[in-house]
């Protein structure tokens, strides 16, 4: 009992108390950034499309909200140089409806991001998920997403994926 007095003092007698000593910025703990979720999970992707054979082009596909970090411009531009030497497509498929500022709880999708990176390493960005229409049967066609996730071509990389009304 007389050890709980001690933390609970130790814990709200200084919490209104104004101390002349200048508290550090930096946590003690070691922290990890919040950007890092993001980073390492298309790391981990990269480090997995590694066991393709060897003449194949590879790709990663986030299905996703939208709401991701932005990471700091010396991890971004290392993730990125990565994916570009590996020749690999990364592409994003935001399933979330769009942004309402009363329902966001502060959390707004990143589309300027994910458009960036899918167009820098010649992927797609799908900013929401388009219906397909069935075709007949045995009539095989290319939908939005076989364009979009699995063709390649230099206009990707310029225009994008443009999705139809």
Not at 74 to 86: A, E, G, Q, S, V
Not at 112 to 141: K, Q, W
Request: charged residues 15%.
């Amino acid at each position: 009992l007389e050890t709980i007095k001690i933390q609970q003092e130790r814990i709200m007698g200084a919490l209104f108390e104004e101390s002349m000593t200048s508290v550090p910025l930096v946590p003690s703990i070691p922290m990890a950034a919040p950007d890092t979720g993001f980073v390492n999970m298309i790391q981990t992707g990269m480090l997995a499309l590694q066991l393709l054979p060897e003449h194949s082009s590879g790709g990663l596909i986030v299905i996703t909200d939208g709401v991701i970090n932005i990471p700091d411009i010396n991890t971004l531009d290392t993730l990125l140089n990565h994916l570009r030497t590996k020749t690999t497509c990364l592409s994003f498929l935001q399933v979330s409806s769009s942004y309402h500022p009363h329902t966001g709880l502060g959390y707004c999708p990143n589309n300027e991001l994910m458009e960036f990176m899918s167009l820098a390493t010649s992927g797609a960005y799908l900013p929401r998920a388009p219906e397909i229409e069935p075709s007949e049967p045995y009539l095989y066609e290319m939908n939005i997403y076989h364009e979009a996730f699995l063709a390649w071509s230099f206009r990707k990389c310029l225009e994008g994926v443009k999705l139809s009304q």
